[in-house]
C-alpha cells in the first residue's frame, strides 16, 4: 500500500505500531528538508525504526524521484511517506509525487489556527493547503490511528 501521511511529530509510536502495520509498508520516507540535512536527529529516529523496515530520508522536491525508485515496476509500492506539514506535502505533488489520499494525522495547535478536530488545528496557509487537494480530488482523511472513524468530513 502507498500511504502519504501528514503528522508534524515525524516518527514516534503510532507511526510505528499502528500505521507500518496497517499500511504494510516495507519502506518508509520521511520527506522534511531541515531533517534531511541532519544526520545525527536521522540517526536518533532511525532507532525506533524496527529491523525489517527500509528507512529513508530525503528532501521534498526528490521524494517523487527517490519513490519511483523505490517503486520499481510497481505501480502502488509498499511504501509510507511522511511530512510534517502540509505545504511540504503539497511541493511534493506539485514536484510529481501523486497520491489518491491524504491521511492528516496530526496538526499541532498554535496561537493563530483553528482546531477542526482533537488532533488538527489548521492556519489559513493550511486551510489553502487542504482547499489544493480538494480541487486536485486528493481524498483527505483525518486520523491519528487506523481504528479511529474520519473525523472532519468538511470539503475544502
Given amino acids: ?37 541532519d544526520g545525527l536527529r536521522q540517526e536518533i529516529m532511525a532507532l525506533a525504526i524496527p529491523e525489517d523496515i527500509s528507512l529513508h ?10 519513490v519511483a525508485s523505490l517503486s520499481g515496476s510497481s505501480s502502488a509500492p509498499d511504501v509510507m511517506v511522511l511530512f510534517a506539514t ?10 510529481g509525487l501523486h ?23 489548521v492556519s489559513s496557509e493550511d486551510e489553502s493547503c487542504l482547499g489544493f487537494f480538494s480541487a486536485e480530488h486528493v481524498a483527505l482523511d483525518y486520523r491519528c490511528v487506523p481504528n479511529d472513524p474520519v473525523q472532519v468530513k468538511k470539503r475544502w
Avoid at 500500500?1 to 510505528?16: A, E, K, S, T, Y
Avoid at 497520491?99 to 488545528?121: D, E, M, R, T
Wanted: aromatic residues 10%; proline residues 4%; glycine residues 4%.
Fill in 57 to 66: 530520508f530525503a528532501r521534498v522536491q526528490a521524494l517523487p524521484d527517490l
Fill in 99 to 121: 497520491f489518491s489520499s491524504i491521511n492528516i494525522g496530526n496538526l499541532h495547535y498554535s496561537p493563530g489556527k483553528k482546531q477542526i478536530c482533537a488532533h488538527v488545528a
Fill in 1 to 37: 500500500m502507498f500511504w502519504v501521511r501528514i503528522d508534524n511529530r515525524l516518527v514516534h509510536g503510532q507511526i510505528i505500531e499502528a500505521w507500518l502495520p496497517f499500511t504494510g509498508a516495507e519502506t518508509l520516507v520521511v520527506a522534511n528538508d531541515e531533517l534531511a540535512e
Fill in 86 to 95: 502540509c505545504i511540504d506535502a503539497r511541493r511534493a505533488y506539485e514536484a
